[in-house]
Structures are given as C-alpha cells and as structure tokens.
C-alpha cells in the first residue's frame, strides 16, 4: 500500500521540482531579451541531450 502512495508522490514531487527550478530561473532575468534567451539557452541544451551534440556555440 505504501508503494503504491510514494508512487504517487513521485510525479508530483517532480512536477514541483521543474516548477522551482523554473520560477528560480525566470526570477534571475532582469529582461525579457534575457528571459528568451535563457529559453533559448534551455532549449538548445535539450536539443543537444535529445540529438547527442554538443554545441558551445552562443547565438
């Protein structure tokens, strides 16, 4: 029965994580031009996991 309750917890406790990470790092821009591109930023790290790249390149 326990496992069952943490097996819940987990989706939720990572859904928060996510949104205190984001929350933390939307809070950390002074801007709107350096909120996109910390999105940009973010994104083209998960296109680079996603396609195996590495990209050091700043846009």
């Known amino acids: 029965m326990k496992t069952r309750s943490v ?5 939720v406790l990572l859904v928060a994580g996510v949104l205190g990470v984001a929350a933390s790092a939307l809070s950390a821009c002074n801007t709107v031009k350096g909120a996109g591109e910390d999105l940009k930023a973010v994104g083209q790290a998960g296109e680079d ?5 590495k990209s050091d390149s700043k846009d």
């Open 49 to 53: 996991v996603l396609t195996g790249n």
């Open 7 to 11: 097996m819940r917890a987990v989706p």
